[in-house]
């Protein structure tokens, strides 16, 4: 079995096969208010932030900013709370680390609540020390900062692993001396060589990432 101690899970296109809710969101928000969109895709494009100023501006929605946001809450908390899946063979991995003593740690784009709600739907919210949300603390993966204050929010020593699936995370993680553990998901598929050439092993499945560790 190889060396590992502790493991920082991303959580949407790694734990979850949930990419295509930042893909469809804001479409379906502009589609219930009778609206259609000329493109879906905003918030993973530029950001929730940015996605939604830019939405009231192009399409000339008469609401605040707040007003849209309250909107787009309603439409992901439905979707973390019923539907969001789990991407084959993470239980079953999981289990195997909490086998073998590793801590572990969910740290996140999403927030907390609605996270929780969507690891706890699919059985694996108990496998976690702690569900992080990057946002609500205001520290981002773009930031090697952010892996240190998760590691040392488990009270986490030793030999840590970062499975991600998202290109610039990946590099952060490295940068901070972290190993990584490359998730494929197709919302990375222009980043996937890249990806590849910098994580230290790369898995299109959970049970290759069993093999990897030897468990």
Known sequence: MKNINYAI????????????????????????????PRE?????KQGYKTGISYMIKEYNLNMSF????????????????????????????????KDNGVKMVV?????????????ERNG??????????MHEIGIHKNDPA????????IHAEGVGYVFEDALYAIKTAKSAGYKVIGIEDYSNEDD???IKKTVDFYAEKYEQVKEYFEF
């Open 107 to 119: 740290a996140t784009a999403t927030e907390s609540g609605m996270a929780k709600k969507a690891l």
């Open 192 to 194: 996937r060589d890249e």
């Open 66 to 97: 707040d007003e849209v946001l309250d909107g787009l809450q309603e439409i992901l908390w439905f979707y973390y709370s019923n539907i969001a899946p789990i991407k084959d063979g993470v239980k079953d991995f999981l289990q195997s680390l």
């Open 146 to 153: 952010a892996f240190e204050y998760v590691k040392n929010a």
């Open 124 to 133: 694996i919210l108990g496998y976690f020390e702690d569900v992080i949300s």
């Open 40 to 44: 879906f895709d905003l918030f993973r």
């Open 9 to 36: 899970f991303d959580m949407d296109g790694t734990l979850l096969d949930s990419m295509h809710i930042w893909d469809t969101a804001s479409g379906a928000f502009l589609m219930m208010r009778g609206i259609i």
